[in-house]
């Protein structure tokens, strides 16, 4: 059965947020579950978000937005802590390579089921097995300056072009561009090539839709996003089997933190790439 990617992505999707101590910042990203049992068969369930946004968040618990289905239907905006630091030590791993982060999760059962498959992340060949060079069109997902698609949390999709060359998926350009609208907040969020998305002009015919990477850093004036492609997240997610985590590193990224929101608007602000 053929795979609604969007809607899939979408039900993976969650903001990670840490408010501080002064009632009055939020800071915030997108993140994105990843089904991955360890290597004797135990369930895990691995989020992944842009390495940034833990690194800029100096406290030492964050918060999941998931969103839980209610009985007589709706959905019901549940954050739940997510333990990030632990003293002088921070719990989730960081590429070595890339703005990357992942971390081992207890996400609630609903969303558990909601992870994807590891399959779903492209790995070397896939870029060059589909044809995808500049011009192919790709989504996004996240929280732009913090707000979601409605008061329950869904996050919002966004679409735009591939605008850079080349897209070889190496270490040596580990980063597409993408021509499309992110602000602060989307630092996270998954990029994906859809079924039905727009090819370039004698492109041929896409394969498997698959997650083509994450937004590591937004220029909103210009209407361009930075992409880690997906080879690098599943390069960290194997090094939750190889390594403890390392030793948190100071935050001091060179990131703002946006004021709080008007009265009006979804109560939270963003760490600005």
């Given at each position: 059965m053929a795979v609604d990617?969007?809607?899939?992505?979408?039900?993976?999707?969650?903001?990670?947020?840490?408010?501080?101590?002064?009632?009055?910042?939020?800071?915030?990203?997108?993140?994105?579950?990843?089904?991955?049992?360890?290597?004797?068969?135990?369930?895990?369930?691995?989020l992944v978000t842009a390495?940034?946004?833990?690194?800029?968040?100096?406290?030492?618990?964050?918060?999941?937005?998931?969103?839980?289905?209610?009985?007589?239907?709706?959905?019901?905006?549940?954050?739940?802590?997510?333990?990030?630091?632990?003293?002088?030590?921070?719990?989730?791993?960081?590429?070595?390579?890339?703005?990357?982060?992942?971390?081992?999760?207890?996400?609630?059962?609903?969303?558990?089921?909601?992870?994807?498959?590891?399959?779903?992340?492209?790995?070397?060949?896939?870029?060059?097995?589909?044809?995808?060079?500049?011009?192919?069109?790709?989504?996004?997902?996240?929280?732009?300056?913090?707000?979601?698609?409605?008061?329950?949390?869904?996050?919002?999709?966004?679409?735009?072009?591939?605008?850079?060359?080349?897209?070889?998926?190496?270490?040596?350009?580990?980063?597409?561009?993408?021509?499309?609208?992110?602000?602060?907040?989307?630092?996270?969020?998954?990029?994906?090539?859809?079924?039905?998305?727009?090819?370039?002009?004698?492109?041929?015919?896409?394969?498997?839709?698959?997650?083509?990477?994450?937004?590591?850093?937004?220029?909103?004036?210009?209407?361009?996003?930075?992409?880690?492609?997906?080879?690098?997240?599943?390069?960290?997610?194997?090094?939750?089997?190889?390594?403890?985590?390392?030793?948190?590193?100071?935050?001091?990224?060179?990131?703002?933190?946006?004021?709080?929101?008007?009265?009006?608007?979804?109560?939270?602000?963003?760490?600005?790439?």
């Amino acid at each position: 059965m053929a795979v609604d990617l969007p809607l899939a992505m979408i039900a993976a999707t969650v903001k990670v947020e840490q408010p501080q101590a002064s009632g009055n910042l939020t800071i915030l990203g997108t993140g994105f579950l990843v089904n991955d049992p360890k290597p004797d068969g135990t369930p895990r369930i691995v989020l992944v978000t842009a390495g940034h946004v833990f690194d800029n968040m100096p406290d030492a618990v964050a918060y999941i937005d998931y969103r839980l289905a209610q009985p007589g239907g709706g959905w019901k905006l549940s954050p739940q802590p997510l333990p990030i630091r632990s003293g002088a030590s921070r719990l989730w791993i960081k590429s070595p390579e890339e703005d990357v982060a992942v971390i081992a999760v207890q996400a609630p059962p609903e969303f558990a089921s909601a992870a994807i498959p590891l399959s779903w992340l492209a790995d070397a060949s896939d870029f060059t097995d589909t044809g995808i060079e500049p011009g192919d069109e790709m989504f996004a997902l996240g929280y732009p300056d913090g707000y979601s698609a409605n008061p329950e949390g869904f996050p919002v999709l966004s679409a735009g072009h591939v605008a850079s060359y080349p897209l070889l998926t190496t270490p040596t350009y580990p980063r597409f561009m993408l021509d499309t609208r992110t602000y602060p907040g989307n630092s996270g969020g998954p990029v994906f090539l859809a079924s039905g998305a727009q090819r370039r002009p004698g492109s041929p015919l896409a394969g498997t839709p698959y997650v083509t990477g994450l937004i590591a850093k937004v220029a909103e004036k210009y209407e361009w996003a930075f992409v880690i492609e997906a080879p690098a997240i599943r390069r960290t997610i194997e090094l939750l089997d190889r390594s403890p985590p390392p030793s948190a590193a100071p935050g001091a990224n060179g990131f703002t933190v946006l004021p709080p929101p008007p009265a009006s608007a979804p109560a939270a602000a963003d760490a600005k790439p």
